[in-house]
């Protein structure tokens, strides 16, 4: 930038040595300076390339880093975090925010640089050719500095809104294409169209009412630069008529103005580039300063059977508790059951042993080990979790089952599937576990998505399976199969599951009830039913409900 910009002002002042050699008034011929011209120019071109090479090139990969480091962050980031931020305003920030921030550092960066050692080597020079004539030219600077302050501020605050509609445009387009299927089904799409449109309504005014700050500062510019103009022609003219400065001198002082013009005109853009990058950092760092989830804890790796304790575990969200003072002890190999009704806090449960959140008050214990003392990696190795909703990556079958282990082999895996009943389905594929499945699984039914996150989570070998709901789309023939495989493996792991249907729930060695965050009842099935408690009667509420269904699905057939 110092090279190019000084070779920029050094032009000048060679045509200056060269009118002024037409009159006599130097030593060497027009043709030396004019040769001179020439390899400026060119030295010029070439310094401006390297310039432009290795500043664009380095926000580049400065904006490479940025979204590289802030995607690390994201995926360190506890659970609790995207309870907070909406994936849409994610997907903003990590995509527009940060190519805003490129584009500061980038062109933002250099044509602001270009702008001060313009400034500074034009009005050095000009100040040698004529102090007096330079004060004159320089004339309008106070007004323009005014001007830019206050833009800047007007700015800055509306970038911001328009950086928040466009996280909002993009959030209203994610649900929308997420949940086409329950859009068309209720034929809203016109309605939906309606909203998107006022979402887009409300960003165009945004980005205007942004504009139309802009658009009077370039004006404004050119005002102020055929100001200086005109104050140089005047003043400059009546100084060559009085041999105050030669017409050398006066050429090259209007060749500076003439530098100074650009960098003037393009401050409104580079302000704007300016504020927009920095409103975007803020939304960045808004990122960045989240706090990682604590990985070492107490650094405890312990092997055990897979024993789990929960003493006196509560947890509160929202300003309401969800579980309160739960005490509980599985013991390894069994299979346990944790059933209740709607909202009794089970998922929540099974998402505290998970450690995908840590109690409000309480300790949660596996082997002997609270939770929180343990290396979150070892932790996480040592359970394997399914769930409720599934969710499969746009891979092909085969690597999102290898998820759950990237070492596992393909006999692995057919091994994890065949015990999830999953191989059937898989050899129906052409092209068997390399079949590539739809974004989020969706080229597949909600029982093979399933069956494919359970294979992915027994895949693990872990030493304890938590299962949230993971049989609800299945049919009792493949739940059956299922849970059979389990009963030769219960010696080596402990499972914990979720269900609200009886087949499931009358095979669990052990049934927790668990109503309004607490635990009421707990025991085997047929213990719990002779007691003709709570459990006895959210079964009885089950029974007549799957009859119901089972009656509605014959009269439909019918």
Not at 169 to 197: M, P, Y
Not at 286 to 312: K, W
Not at 448 to 471: E, G, S
Request: hydrophobic share 45%; charged share 25%.
């Amino acid at each position: 930038m110092v090279f190019t910009n000084a070779l920029s002002a050094l032009g000048p002042w060679v045509l200056k040595l060269g009118i002024d050699s037409l009159e006599g008034l130097g030593s060497r011929p027009v043709s030396h300076w004019a040769a001179l011209l020439v390899i400026i120019a060119a030295a010029d071109g070439f310094f401006r390339w390297i310039m432009r090479r290795t500043v664009i090139g380095v926000s580049l990969r400065v904006e490479y880093d940025i979204r590289r480091r802030l995607f690390e962050h994201l995926q360190r980031l506890p659970t609790g975090f995207f309870e907070r931020f909406d994936v849409g305003d994610l997907m903003a920030r990590v995509t527009n925010d940060i190519n805003n921030v490129r584009m500061f550092l980038g062109p933002g960066l250099m044509y602001t640089v270009n702008t001060v050692l313009v400034l500074s080597f034009s009005v050095a020079l000009m100040l040698r050719i004529s102090p007096g004539l330079a004060a004159v030219a320089l004339l309008p600077l106070p007004l323009i500095a005014i001007m830019v302050f206050l833009v800047m501020r007007q700015v800055h605050e509306r970038v911001l809104r328009v950086q928040e509609g466009f996280a909002a445009l993009n959030t209203r387009v994610r649900e929308n294409l997420e949940g086409i299927r329950v859009v068309k089904a209720f034929a809203r799409e016109e309605s939906q169209v309606a909203l998107f449109a006022g979402a887009c309504d409300e960003y165009l005014e945004r980005n205007m009412a942004l504009a139309r700050i802009q658009r009077a500062f370039f004006p404004a510019m050119t005002v102020f630069g055929g100001a200086a103009v005109a104050l140089v022609l005047w003043r400059g003219g009546a100084m060559v008529m009085r041999d105050a400065i030669t017409l050398g001198d006066f050429v090259a002082f209007t060749g500076y103005l003439g530098l100074l013009m650009w960098p003037m005109a393009a401050l409104g853009w580079t302000i704007n580039l300016f504020q927009r990058g920095a409103a975007s950092w803020e939304r960045l760092e808004t990122l960045f300063s989240e706090r990682d989830e604590p990985l070492a804890g107490g650094g405890a790796t312990p092997s055990g059977p897979g024993r789990i304790r929960f003493a006196d575990v509560r947890l509160a969200k929202g300003g309401r508790e969800i579980l309160r003072g739960v005490d509980l002890e599985i013991r390894p190999g069994e299979l346990t059951a944790i059933v209740g009704p709607t909202g009794a806090g089970k998922s929540s449960l099974l998402k505290l042993l998970a450690r995908l959140g840590d109690p409000t008050s309480g300790r949660i214990e596996l082997d002997g080990v609270a939770l929180t003392d343990w290396n979150l990696g070892e932790l996480r190795a040592a359970l394997s979790f399914v769930p409720q909703e599934p969710f499969l990556f746009s891979e092909s079958i085969g690597r999102n089952l290898a998820m759950g282990r990237p070492d596992a082999t393909p006999a692995d895996i057919r091994r994890v599937a065949d015990a999830a009943a999953l191989t059937d389905e898989i050899d129906a594929f052409r092209e068997g576990l390399e079949s590539v499945v739809g974004e989020r699984g969706v080229t597949l039914p909600g029982g093979q998505r399933q069956r494919a996150t359970l294979a992915r989570a027994l895949v693990r070998d872990a030493r304890v399976l938590i299962l949230d709901d993971a049989f609800a789309n299945m049919d009792t023939g493949t739940e059956e199969r299922i849970l059979s495989g389990f009963r030769p493996r219960l010696r080596d792991l402990t499972v914990v599951l979720v269900s609200h249907r009886l087949s499931t729930i009358r095979r669990a060695d052990r049934i927790v009830y668990l109503e309004d965050g607490r635990v009421l009842e707990d025991g085997t099935h047929a213990d719990l039913v002779k007691r003709d408690g709570p459990y006895a009667r959210f079964i009885h509420r089950q029974r007549v409900l799957e009859e119901l269904e089972r009656d509605g699905g014959r009269g439909e057939a019918a």
